[in-house]
């Protein structure tokens, strides 16, 4: 423990008294003056205030606050009189403040020696602000202006193929352990389907959407972050089948393309809390049977697919779900291939059907730059799905020959591809897959 050595003298003696370390009993004698005692700042702490969400309030000396932007900016007016020593502590509660930032009005005195004409903003996402009053001279000056980074996300440790065909529609899933291994049956929850997609939403968990019953659908099914699939949920959006889909924004997925009889280019977002909304006219080419993936953390990318002929184009998805213009493909034509992350912010594209299936694959790295073809590894097949599994690993699996198959092959983190597997579960195809954590 520290001592303090502060300016007091024994009247009698004329000799300074010290005080002691934290926790000793100070004895002072009568007729002992402490003279310029300053406030000592920084032990009792900050009093932290309830989450502010209005466009405007009043700070006091001594308290902490967490303003939420999400909805608005806000105006914060700081004391109309301070004390040498006086602070205040404000955070971005929602890391929003890139969008809707903070006006600070210091309400006639000075800040940053600057007075109180002049405009103190800040506008960074995960802004912690500590602002300490000097005097009248310089006023409020921040002795913390700091972006805290945002914690890193844990990428999806397990996986879940589900529904298909196998000669009939059928509803059951497959989960993927941590390790790469892959489950027996369940019986799914929800209607029997296939030429479904999904992907992940909300950080650690999954959802299952649209296809083709005996007409097409747009049924979603949530998959909770322990891989149990709920019961149908009526979708917004066009009935479709042949689509894929991906996350983005870290948190959220996105549904795009396929075919209502014709071939679309449409999209529908995914909040992170899994709800689905409408349509959005889609940027790009028209097509049916592409693959998606995510790739760099936080964006996504629709590859390949069939307009009437095989396209090897894609179109990247940025962080804020926004579908980019068609950009040419590197590698071999095809459709009804499968994709999934690898490394934790790349991607790889396998297999498909060029006219008969393949077992190529193209890597597409963390900034959404696709590679020419890699011979694969493993059983040429069309109509595949793949997903994450621990973490920064993926798996390809199911799918047709012609015949039906289950199965599967590992991706590893560098985005090599492994032989195959016999798969445990029910042979089909044109199933769908997404990780969960």
């Known amino acids: ?4 050595n502060v300016d007091k003298v024994d009247p009698s003696t004329g000799t300074d008294l010290e005080l002691g370390t934290s926790g000793d009993t100070i004895n002072i004698p009568s007729g002992v003056t402490i003279a310029n005692a300053g406030t000592a700042t920084g032990f009792g702490g900050i ?14 000396a001594g308290n902490g606050y967490w303003i939420d932007t999400t909805s608005n900016a806000c105006t914060i007016t700081l004391p109309a009189s301070a004390s040498n020593g006086d602070e205040i502590m404000f955070a971005d509660y929602a890391r929003n403040w890139g969008t809707n930032g903070i006006v600070i009005d210091s309400n006639g005195l000075n800040y940053q020696g600057d007075d109180d004409t002049f405009d103190v903003e800040y506008g960074t996402d995960g802004t912690a602000l500590h602002i300490v009053y000097s005097g009248s001279t310089n006023g409020w000056i921040p002795t913390l202006d700091k972006t805290v980074t945002d914690v890193p996300i844990k990428k999806n440790t397990e996986g879940i193929f589900g529904y298909g065909y196998n000669g009939s529609n059928v509803s059951m899933t497959n989960l993927v352990s941590n390790t790469g291994v892959v489950a027996e049956d369940v019986t799914g929850v929800g209607t029997a389907r296939r030429y479904l997609t999904a992907c992940g939403y909300g950080y650690d968990k999954g959802i299952f959407g649209y296809g083709k019953t005996d007409t097409y659908v747009s049924m979603t099914n949530l998959v909770s972050n322990t891989g149990v699939v709920a019961t149908d949920v009526t979708g917004v959006g066009t009935d479709r089948q042949g689509l894929a889909a991906c996350e983005y924004g870290g948190d959220k997925g996105i549904f795009g393309y396929g075919t209502t009889g014709s071939n679309v280019s449409m999209t529908n977002l995914v909040s992170n809390g899994g709800v689905v909304a409408t349509d959005v006219t889609g940027v790009g080419t028209d097509r049916y049977g592409p693959a998606a993936c995510g790739y760099g953390d936080d964006k996504g990318i629709f590859g390949y697919g069939t307009t009437g002929s095989k396209v090897s184009m894609t179109n990247l998805v940025s962080n804020g779900g926004v579908v980019a213009t068609d950009v040419t493909g590197v590698g071999t034509a095809r459709s009804t291939l499968a994709a999934c992350e690898y490394g934790g912010d790349k991607g790889i594209f396998g297999y498909g059907d060029t006219g008969s299936a393949v077992s190529m694959t193209n890597l597409v790295s963390n900034g959404g730059v696709v590679t020419s073809d890699v011979t694969g590894v493993g059983t040429a097949r069309y109509y595949p799905a793949a997903c994450i ?18 199965m599967t092959n590992l991706v590893s983190n560098g985005g090599v591809v492994a032989t195959d597997v016999t798969g445990v579960g029910t042979d089909r195809g044109y199933q769908g897959a997404c990780s969960f954590n």
Not at 1 to 4: E, P, V
Not at 47 to 60: D, F
């Open 1 to 4: 423990m520290s001592t303090l």
């Open 47 to 60: 009093s932290w205030q309830s989450v502010v969400t209005g466009s405007t309030m009043t700070a006091v």
């Open 389 to 406: 599994y621990g973490e920064d690993k993926g798996i390809f699996g199911y799918g047709k020959t012609p015949t039906y198959v289950s």
